[in-house]
């Protein structure tokens, strides 16, 4: 019987993602417009958007990188 673990990167992966997307939420009442011209949930909303999608790419790629001992 083998011990699966938790694929922790896919899991970090998954949440980056949901942020990614959050950050793109429209909020009236937001203090400040954001890059993109309107009031979002961020006010850095192009830029962290694209920080988290690639911590996404990091994530998914060091998943897939396993070595071969964990195969």
Same mark, same amino acid.
């Not at 909303?45 to 999608?53: A, D, H, M, Q, W």
């Given at each position: 019987? +083998?011990?699966? +673990? #938790?694929? #922790? /990167?896919?899991?970090? @992966?998954?949440?980056e993602?949901?942020? @990614?997307?959050? #950050? *793109?939420?429209?909020?009236?009442?937001?203090? %400040? @417009?954001?890059?993109?011209?309107?009031k @979002? *949930?961020c006010?850095f +909303?192009?830029?962290? #958007?694209?920080? *988290?999608?690639a911590?996404?790419?990091? /994530?998914?790629?060091?998943?897939?990188? %396993?070595?071969?001992?964990?195969?």
């Open positions: 019987m +083998t011990r699966q +673990t #938790t694929p #922790t /990167h896919l899991i970090f @992966a998954v949440v993602l949901s942020l @990614a997307l959050v #950050t *793109l939420i429209p909020r009236a009442a937001a203090s %400040k @417009a954001c890059l993109l011209g309107y @979002a *949930l006010s +909303t192009p830029i962290s #958007t694209l920080i *988290l999608l911590l996404v790419g990091l /994530h998914l790629f060091l998943h897939y990188r %396993k070595p071969a001992a964990e195969s």
